[in-house]
């Protein structure tokens, strides 16, 4: 149907292009709604004389009218209808909006749907109401109404007009709702970006800082002037990256205050991106952690401070015991070789008690320097210092040799001894360090075990290693004190009076030195069990 057709003529398509051009303007330039809604309203009361119109803004959430322009009508007319609820019988504009299709009312007087406002319409002579629904993009946005003081039908000219500066008021009604919620949304961002306790920035891709909040002028004393133009590289150095994935990356870094005050910082780096997923902007945030790392290391420095305090008074409780130990130790040997060499001085003695006095005199000699070559075999390894000289060691003749020396012990002690294995393997070590890594722990075992107890020497093939195992089912150690076992002369508050705390930091360190590893399980009230892995000797390998 043509422009003719509908009754539009010439002139009509003339103002209404112009008019549209000019309020399409208004629109584009942010010109306020109310205004906009006026020219709306007046451009069709020029074209149909003796009309008044109004437009009316639904509220979606009181799902009332609320007046938007209304500029020929009474102003006591739009006030009385400003909150109009929409609803069947709610006048043209109010049934129109609820309903979803233009309502006519060629006689307010005859018209059931305005019972409730006949009164008011006709204290101004309102006589005719005709009201189309305005349709935004999604849902109803209000009314566009047209008013006459007799009774009226709409023509088709009026109906063509009114479908076109709806159409314009709906535009208008929309682009308002963009612009508003683009403005609400610029505030917040704007609140929440000034406002901020935490130093935020806007930056470009290659992070050139373009805007600044308050905060970060303050974490780095620079005005707004100052920061702007530099670059995240120069604010930020000594970058340690936490986190980093598509379009954003968190780091640790240093910065610099303006009077030379260095801050330790996170700053996050996130994208800004357009609509078509290309990153547009930076957004930067940056948290000060000066004060919370310097609170963790002091903390962490507290922390040392009391180990390394533990550590020197450990340290000195093992030391006194060393002493008071090697003391004993020392004393009773020491008492023989005075005792014995006065007896060969003083008594004329046969050569059978004067060859009994010297080998007592010789053993207890053996004794004191034994315990110095312990003493300074823990002390070569502290320092790395220990000689050594590798080669086959066969365990089988070796464990038979430490058995039967400390065969006396055991018998003394009422603890059985026993090799669980003859397998004739070899290991790649020194033939005295495992001999006396082997002492020790069979004496510790026959020493803290209990009487009918029994201590068992096994051996076998591990890999290219050979695992060598001491166990005893004597009383056990508590775990609290399994830490404890390789500090020297740490004897566990033992009430004993055999040893000065070596025997297994030694065990330890010369098993280390020959390239092998010893540990230690123990359950309390079951027994110990000592484990050594030893470099298996080639010789061992191809048998």
Not at 91 to 116: N, Q
Not at 304 to 319: G, P, S, V, Y
Not at 338 to 351: I, K, M, Q, W, Y
């Amino acid at each position: 149907m043509t422009s003719v057709d509908r009754g539009v003529d010439h002139a009509d398509s003339v103002v209404l292009v112009q008019r549209q051009t000019e309020l399409l303007e208004q629109i584009a330039t942010g010109t306020p709604l109310p205004q906009v809604l006026t020219g709306i309203a007046t451009t069709l009361e020029e074209l149909l004389p003796g009309s008044s119109c109004s437009v009316l803004l639904l509220d979606p959430d009181t799902a009332t009218l609320r007046h938007g322009a209304a500029p020929s009508l009474p102003t006591a007319y739009s006030a009385g209808i400003d909150g109009l609820p929409i609803g069947v019988g709610a006048g043209s504009c109010g049934t129109a909006a609820y309903c979803g299709e233009s309502v006519v009312a060629a006689d307010i007087h005859l018209d059931p749907r305005w019972d409730r406002y006949r009164n008011l319409a006709d204290r101004f002579g309102l006589r005719a109401c005709w009201s189309t629904p305005i349709r935004g993009r999604d849902r109803i946005t209000g009314t566009f109404a047209v008013y006459h003081l007799v009774p009226h039908e709409p023509t088709s000219r009026e109906e063509h007009l009114v479908e076109r500066l709806t159409h314009l008021a709906s535009i208008a009604i929309d682009h308002d709702g963009l612009l508003g919620a683009l403005s609400e949304s610029e505030e917040r961002f704007r609140r929440a970006f000034e406002d901020n306790a935490v130093g935020m920035a806007l930056a470009t891709v290659s992070g050139v800082l373009t805007r600044v909040n308050r905060p970060l002028r303050t974490l780095l004393g620079r005005s707004e002037v100052e920061l702007l133009g530099s670059s995240l590289d120069d604010l930020f150095a000594d970058r340690i990256p936490r986190t980093r994935d598509a379009g954003h990356e968190e780091y640790e870094a240093t910065t610099r205050t303006a009077d030379g005050l260095v801050l330790d910082v996170v700053v996050t780096v996130s994208q800004i991106q357009d609509a078509g997923g290309d990153a547009r902007a930076l957004s930067v945030n940056v948290l000060d952690v000066t004060g919370r790392r310097a609170a963790e290391e002091e903390r962490r420095r507290r922390v040392d401070a009391e180990l390394a305090q533990h550590a020197a008074e450990a340290a000195n409780r093992a030391k006194t015991d060393f002493v008071s130990a090697l003391a004993h130790e020392l004393r009773t040997p020491l008492q023989a070789i005075t005792g014995f060499a006065e007896l060969l001085g003083t008594l004329d003695l046969d050569g059978e008690r004067r060859t009994a006095a010297l080998d007592h005199i010789t053993a207890a000699a053996g004794h004191i320097l034994s315990m110095v070559d312990d003493i300074l075999d823990v002390a070569r390894i502290e320092v790395n210092a220990l000689p050594l000289t590798l080669a086959d060691v066969p365990l089988a003749q070796t464990v038979t040799e430490v058995l039967e020396m400390l065969d006396p012990l055991a018998v003394a002690e009422r603890v059985s001894l026993k090799a669980a294995t003859d397998t004739p393997l070899s290991v790649y070590a020194n033939d005295r360090r495992v001999r006396q890594v082997l002492l020790n722990l069979v004496a510790n075992a026959i020493r803290y075990n209990q009487p009918g107890g029994t201590v068992t020497v096994d051996w076998v093939a591990d890999g290219p290693d050979v695992r060598i195992t001491v166990h005893d089912n004597g009383s056990g150690i508590p775990t609290e004190l399994l830490d404890r076992l390789f500090t020297p002369f740490d004897r566990l508050g033992a009430d004993r009076e055999e040893g000065v705390g070596l025997g297994l930091p030694l065990a330890r360190g010369l098993t280390e030195a020959m390239g092998g590893t010893l540990a230690v399980r123990s359950v309390v009230d079951t027994g110990t069990t000592v484990t050594v892995l030893l470099p298996q000797s080639p010789i061992s390998l191809v048998e």
